[in-house]
Structures are given as C-alpha cells and as structure tokens.
C-alpha cells in the first residue's frame, strides 16, 4: 500500500519541543508545548489542555 501524501486541512498537531519518540524536527506546523515529551499530556497537562481550549474556540 502507498502512503498517501495529500494535504489535510483543519489539521492541528500539538507537539512537544522535547519529544524523543518523535522528533519535531519531522512535524510540519505544530503547535509547540516548550520542553514538552512524549510524556507531555501528563506532565504538561494545563498547557496541552490551554492549546485545545484555543482550538475549540475557533470552530
């Protein structure tokens, strides 16, 4: 099966600056949680939970 390449729109990736299982530096047009990991839900909650709220608002 061949990867599909298609732009998706209404995308928004939240992303930690300091995740190692994935690196950042491989993610087109994150929002970016500073020192965040791949733990950051946990360790960063209120600052993940802060972007989600700004993206709700939006809709």
């Known amino acids: 099966m061949k990867g599909n390449n298609s732009e998706v729109n209404n995308l928004f ?5 300091n995740d190692k299982t ?3 530096s491989k993610i087109k ?3 970016v949680i500073k ?6 839900t946990h360790s960063k909650a209120d600052e993940v939970s802060e972007e989600i709220n700004k993206i709700i608002s939006l809709a």
Request: glycine fraction near 12%; proline fraction near 12%; charged fraction near 5%.
């Open 35 to 40: 020192d965040g990991s791949h733990f950051m």
């Open 29 to 31: 047009n994150p929002i």
């Open 13 to 17: 990736h939240i992303h930690g600056s």
């Open 22 to 24: 994935f690196p950042i």
